[in-house]
Every structure is written in C-alpha cells, then in structure tokens.
C-alpha cells in the first residue's frame, strides 16, 4: 500500500503542518502530487476507473445513494434548523466538480485497489473508506460524512469501475451539506490544523 500510504502522508503534512504558515500555493502543489501519485499508480494497473460498460450501473446506483443521502442530509439539517439557501450554488458546483473527481479517482484507483490487494475484496471497503475518513480529522461531521460516503462509493466503484458517476455524487453530496448544514455543524469542512483554528 506504499501509493496510499505515501498519499496519507503528504496530506496530512499539509493539513496539520504546512498550511497553517504555508502560502497557498503550496496546497495546489500537494493536491498535484497527489494526482500525479495516482495516476502513476492507475498507469501501472490499468485501472484508470474508466470501464464503459460500467458507468450506467455506476450512475443508477450513485444516483440512488445521492439522492437517498441529499434528503437525510436535508431533513436532519431542517430538524437542526440549520438548513440554509445558498445565495450562488452553480460557481460552488461547478468547483466541487473536478474537486470531487480528482477524490475519487485517488479513492478508488489507489485506496482502493491497493487495500483490497492488501485486506481482500470486501475488507478492502472499509480499509479505504477507513483511510480516506482519517484524512478529514479532526472534523468529527466530516469524519463521519466522508467514512460512510465512501464506503457507499467504494461499494459501487467494486461492482461498477467507472469513477465518473461517484465523482459526480461526491460533489453534488457536498453541495447538499452545505445547504442542510451550516459552518457551525460542518466546521466550515475544514480538516487538520485549519478546523482547530476554529475553536
């Protein structure tokens, strides 16, 4: 799991050591390696998450669990009343959109594959989305959000390889936590070092 692991690393050095004191522009250098790291990966592979004939079922069942999440979400957040309108949702979507792509595609190609190589197919699940959620900490909300999503979107990336589909549902689910939610519940979706400098 050296791709993984090593991913693990560079984002958590970023987000609990880097950016605090860090100009921005480091971020996109790290977000870059990580892509680079994946992509080397999934190059060696051949798994470039891609599979045609897997995005229509991949689709159907990312639509159900989007759908399906986007009204927990919602109702949760009106019992909260924390549900809110976002004053300009579509520069939000569509920068959620290659956000969420690029997560998944690391999830899937990398996390995935190589905890499924390491635990077996169906341990290699919760490995993965186990993996990914520890990268939100210590943001309790986002924590859990990203643990259960990705073991949702894991789940279906196994059966159906095809990341488009679930890189879609990753950003239209964020979209909605930030409509059913507001930054008191969500910690402004910030991790590491920025979610302490909350409190």
């Not at 991949?58 to 639509?63: G, K, N, P, V």
């Not at 549900?83 to 569509?94: E, F, I, K, M």
């Not at 997560?103 to 190589?117: D, I, S």
């Not at 979209?175 to 400098?197: C, E, K, Q």
């Amino acid at each position: 799991m050296i791709f993984s692991i090593t991913t693990m690393a560079i984002v958590l050095g970023y987000t609990w050591l880097l950016a605090p004191t860090a100009p921005k522009w480091v971020a996109a250098v790290a977000a870059l390696v990580v892509v680079g790291l994946a992509v080397v990966h999934a190059s060696r592979r051949g798994d470039w998450g891609l599979a045609p004939g897997a995005f229509g079922p991949a689709l159907a069942d990312s639509a159900l669990v989007t759908v399906g999440a986007a009204a927990i979400a919602y109702a949760v957040g009106a019992r909260l009343d924390s549900a809110h309108r976002l004053d300009n949702p579509w520069p939000t979507l569509l920068s959620l959109i290659p956000w969420g792509m690029a997560q998944q595609f690391a999830l899937q190609t990398m996390f995935l594959r190589e905890a499924q190589a390491a635990t077996g197919r169906h341990a290699g699940v919760w490995v993965a989305a186990l993996m990914f959620a520890a990268l939100h900490l210590p943001n309790p909300f986002l924590t859990a959000a990203t643990a259960i999503g990705a073991l949702a979107w894991c789940w279906i990336y196994d059966r159906h390889p095809n990341v488009v589909p679930v890189g879609l549902s990753h950003a239209l689910l964020t979209l909605a936590l930030l409509y059913a939610f507001d930054d008191a519940v969500t910690g402004r979706l910030r991790i590491g070092a920025a979610y302490l400098s909350l409190r």
